[in-house]
């Protein structure tokens, strides 16, 4: 269509007798244009891979901090061939940036956002360790078990009742 032709449904919408034709014809639009919105993807694919990333991270801290335990452990004397699960708590726990506006009456706080839209990590904390289980050929001895689990305890501040050293099986 035209400029022209187009102007003049929209004159022939606007006289008084259509105006409830003209009120229809907008909502229609409003309706198709939030349609619209709500099937075109939106930058929440940003999110999920920050969410990938970090579960990422997760696996290769624990699967790094299980491969550090076995070569430890191993190099005890009497441990022998070690195996080593750890378990964590939760995952990455990061803190933002925040700016604190101070009033005579009231605080304000906003957190910290970056030229992407995204916040400004101020700090990132990696998970807790809950527990750790051993396997080791010297596991069925009482005091290379303890000197496992105190070894643990020391490294991880961990209780001792999340230490599990056990024997391996020949």
Do not use: W
């Not at 070569?71 to 995952?91: K, P, Y």
């Not at 956002?113 to 051993?134: F, H, I, K, N, R």
């Not at 396997?135 to 020391?154: K, M, N, P, Q």
Request: negative net charge; aromatic residues 2%; proline residues 2%.
């Amino acid at each position: 269509m035209k400029k022209n032709e187009l102007l003049s449904v929209f004159h022939a919408l606007q006289s008084g007798k259509n105006r409830t034709s003209l009120a229809v014809v907008v909502g229609v639009l409003a309706m198709l244009l939030l349609l619209l919105s709500e099937l075109l993807p939106s930058g929440n694919t940003q999110k999920a891979a920050v969410s990938t990333a970090q579960t990422a991270t997760v696996s290769q801290y624990q699967a790094q901090l299980e491969q550090q335990l076995e070569e430890l452990i191993s190099q005890l004397q009497g441990a022998g061939h070690t195996a080593v699960m750890v378990t964590l708590s939760t995952g990455e726990e990061t803190v933002y940036a925040v700016d604190t506006q101070t009033g005579d009456m009231q605080q304000q706080e906003t957190h910290v956002l970056l030229q992407d839209g995204s916040a400004l990590a101020e700090t990132t904390y990696l998970p807790q360790v809950c527990g750790v289980a051993v396997l080791c050929e010297g596991g069925g001895d009482v005091r290379v078990a303890a000197r496992i689990t105190e070894l643990l305890h020391s490294l991880l501040d961990l209780p001792t009742n999340r230490i599990c050293v056990e024997q391996r099986k020949r």
